[in-house]
């Protein structure tokens, strides 16, 4: 491991940016963890956890990481890859036979990892209650058609796709277990991610920071929805299991997680994956074909046609000049997880850079994409060894 060579200035510029974002009432706090090489150079708490009751935000908090639970979700499956109970390109019916109907027979466990299966990105139509029981979000789901043809275009599904695939997970590990027990003994435990729970486990309560919509524009989430699916998954006597979108955990949990992917899928001698797993987990499977969930800042906001390059439960940088979360002075192989208008990590295995940033006080999905775009570009600029 080489010590980590700091601008200070760069990192003070990081860490002035989020203070004035939060100043401005954007958003309301944000824990911010910088690594390069494995070595913290910035951890540290800024804001509030809650603003309205005046609670100042600590390292130690728990946040609602949406769709970073993509990631967890997308690494139990790719355990079970290597364990010889799937082939990727194996259609997902194989398993479970109740998910082909509707024509949903040939969807593959691939396409669903990187959002080409012709899934919906809504939430099943069911009842507030009953989005975080994944039976019955799962049941819903069989029940439904195919918005597109498998493999023609990329339909951003967190809630439908990434439910089948954690209920598939959950099967093949027996089908007796909930699947919280499950990623908890595959990952969490593993790797010491003593904070990290799919829902809201009890002991967790008291650290939770809320989930409030500061932004309330229009965009692709509804903020009062989003506030009213955060309280149903901050109550532990919900038992909610959303494996694309009800993650609780630590800044250092993430960091932990995300330095687990960037040395190959092994962390202080617990390996989860194989590093080949690893590469071919983290890159693009869907190239430059566009990102549909994007359609409707392209007229809001005057965003050009941005091209996905998804891999599996991450996005990664890709090319070119086009709104990314990943930052555009980053490696064209870094990669990430966002989750909405909150969370983000990012590791960037050429520059030995891993950056988590979780906040409080959502912001509207396309302005998170550009907030997560500079505080990215300030944190590679910190770094004065890139490798």
């Known amino acids: 491991m080489s010590t980590p060579a700091l601008d200070p200035a760069a990192l003070q510029r990081l860490t002035d940016r989020l203070r004035r974002d939060i100043d401005a009432e954007r958003y309301d706090g944000a824990v911010a963890l910088l690594a390069h090489d494995g070595r913290i150079c910035l951890d540290e708490a800024i804001g509030y956890a809650d603003r309205a009751q005046k609670i100042p935000l600590t390292r130690d908090r728990v946040f609602v990481c949406w769709s970073l639970a993509k990631a967890f979700t997308a690494v139990t499956i790719l355990q079970f890859v290597e364990s010889g109970d799937l082939r990727l390109n194996m259609p997902v019916a194989a398993v479970l036979p109740e998910f082909g109907a509707a024509g949903k027979q040939h969807v593959t466990v691939g396409q669903l990892l990187c959002h080409t299966g012709g899934m919906s990105m809504s939430i099943p139509a069911l009842p507030l209650e009953l989005q975080g029981n994944l039976a019955a979000t799962y049941a819903a789901i069989c029940a439904a058609p195919l918005e597109s043809m498998p493999g023609e275009t990329v339909s951003y599904s967190p809630l439908q796709g990434y439910t089948v695939l954690g209920e598939l997970a959950r099967r093949l590990d027996g089908g007796t277990r909930p699947l919280h027990e499950v990623m908890a003994a595959r990952i969490f435990r593993p790797l010491g991610m003593k904070d990290t729970w799919l829902g809201m486990r009890p002991d967790l309560v008291s650290r939770a920071v809320p989930v409030v919509f500061r932004d309330r524009d229009l965009g692709v989430l509804n903020p009062a929805g989003v506030e009213a699916l955060g309280a149903l998954l901050l109550d532990p006597a919900m038992k909610a299991e959303i494996p694309g979108g009800g993650a609780i955990a630590t800044a ?113 999905e396309s302005r998170s994409v550009e907030r997560f775009q500079y505080l990215c570009d300030l944190a590679q600029c910190a770094l004065l060894d890139l490798g």
């Open 252 to 364: 250092g949990d993430v960091f932990r997680f995300a330095e687990m992917l960037r040395q190959g899928g092994v962390l202080d001698g617990v390996r989860l994956l194989s590093a080949a797993t690893v590469r071919n987990m983290t890159q693009s499977h869907t190239g430059t074909k566009p990102n549909n969930v994007w359609n409707f800042a392209r007229q809001m906001r005057g965003w050009p046609e941005v091209p996905a390059y998804l891999g599996h439960g991450v996005f990664v940088r890709g090319q070119g000049d086009h709104p990314t979360y990943l930052g555009a002075l980053s490696s064209e192989d870094a990669f990430g997880t966002p989750g909405a208008g909150s969370t983000i990590y990012l590791v960037d295995r050429r520059r030995r850079l891993t950056f988590v940033c979780l906040t409080a006080g959502l912001m509207e």
